[in-house]
């Protein structure tokens, strides 16, 4: 088992470790081809979470045979960070990175495929409301936009095609009503139109 090099994160999780910690992990992980290791993988796991000092935030690393789990936590014990992936050696993929609150709700869920964003994509508020909808494919915004407020109206709605604005991009107030309306194609606007509060035209291009 090759713990994933693609990983642009991995040095960020190891360097919360101490020197020898580190070594002790990537040695015994880079040498074990079998079954026979996993009990000396298991104890040093339980080592690295029990790690702490100085102030450094606590790490984890969690295994699984179909997939693994790299598990950042804060001092409180709740997660931070968890990053999910398959395979191994070359063959090693990214395939979801989720981030969290020191409270422990979510605050960002994102969805990967060969090591780029794909799939549906999350942003929350504090309050556990969610903040961001969206849509990504091969690493650019691909499908609908919806953007909320605190409260949970909607903000911003919109559509992307290939990373670019496509068709109806619409802004809201607080209270719901309409305030800009904007028109595009392949990226480029064709026509806008903003609103003020009692929902008159204000501006017209």
Same mark, same amino acid.
């Given at each position: 088992?090759?713990?994933?090099?693609?990983? #642009?994160?991995?040095?960020?999780?190891?360097?919360?470790? *101490?020197?020898?910690?580190?070594?002790?992990?990537?040695?015994?992980?880079?040498?074990?081809?079998?079954? =026979?290791?996993?009990? =000396?993988?298991?104890?040093?796991?339980?080592?690295?979470?029990?790690?702490? @000092?100085?102030?450094?935030?606590?790490?984890?690393?969690?295994?699984? *045979?179909?997939?693994?789990?790299?598990?950042?936590?804060? =001092?409180?014990? #709740?997660?931070?960070?968890?990053?999910? +992936? &398959?395979?191994?050696?070359?063959?090693?993929? &990214?395939?979801?990175? *989720?981030?969290?609150?020191?409270?422990?709700?979510?605050?960002?869920?994102?969805?990967?495929?060969?090591?780029?964003? #794909?799939?549906?994509?999350?942003?929350? +508020?504090?309050?556990?409301?969610? *903040?961001?909808?969206?849509?990504?494919?091969?690493?650019?915004?691909?499908?609908?936009?919806?953007?909320?407020?605190?409260?949970?109206?909607?903000?911003?709605?919109?559509?992307?095609?290939? @990373?670019?604005?496509?068709?109806?991009?619409?802004?809201?107030?607080?209270? @719901?009503?309409?305030?800009?309306?904007?028109?595009?194609?392949?990226?480029?606007?064709?026509?806008?139109?903003?609103?003020?509060?009692?929902?008159?035209?204000?501006?017209?291009?």
């Amino acid at each position: 088992m090759v713990l994933v090099k693609r990983i #642009n994160s991995i040095s960020y999780f190891m360097k919360n470790l *101490s020197p020898l910690f580190t070594l002790m992990f990537l040695v015994i992980l880079n040498s074990c081809q079998n079954t =026979e290791c996993q009990n =000396e993988i298991k104890r040093l796991k339980e080592e690295i979470e029990s790690l702490k @000092g100085n102030g450094k935030e606590n790490t984890t690393i969690d295994f699984s *045979s179909k997939r693994e789990e790299i598990i950042e936590r804060y =001092e409180n014990g #709740n997660k931070k960070l968890v990053v999910t +992936y &398959v395979g191994k050696g070359s063959q090693e993929q &990214v395939i979801k990175k *989720s981030t969290y609150y020191k409270t422990g709700k979510i605050k960002e869920e994102e969805n990967y495929k060969q090591n780029e964003l #794909n799939g549906p994509y999350y942003e929350y +508020y504090r309050n556990g409301q969610i *903040s961001v909808r969206a849509n990504f494919v091969d690493g650019l915004r691909h499908g609908d936009y919806t953007e909320y407020y605190y409260d949970g109206t909607i903000w911003e709605t919109g559509r992307f095609i290939n @990373g670019d604005y496509d068709a109806e991009y619409n802004t809201y107030f607080a209270d @719901g009503n309409l305030k800009s309306k904007e028109i595009y194609k392949n990226g480029d606007r064709i026509e806008a139109v903003w609103y003020n509060a009692n929902g008159e035209v204000e501006f017209k291009n």
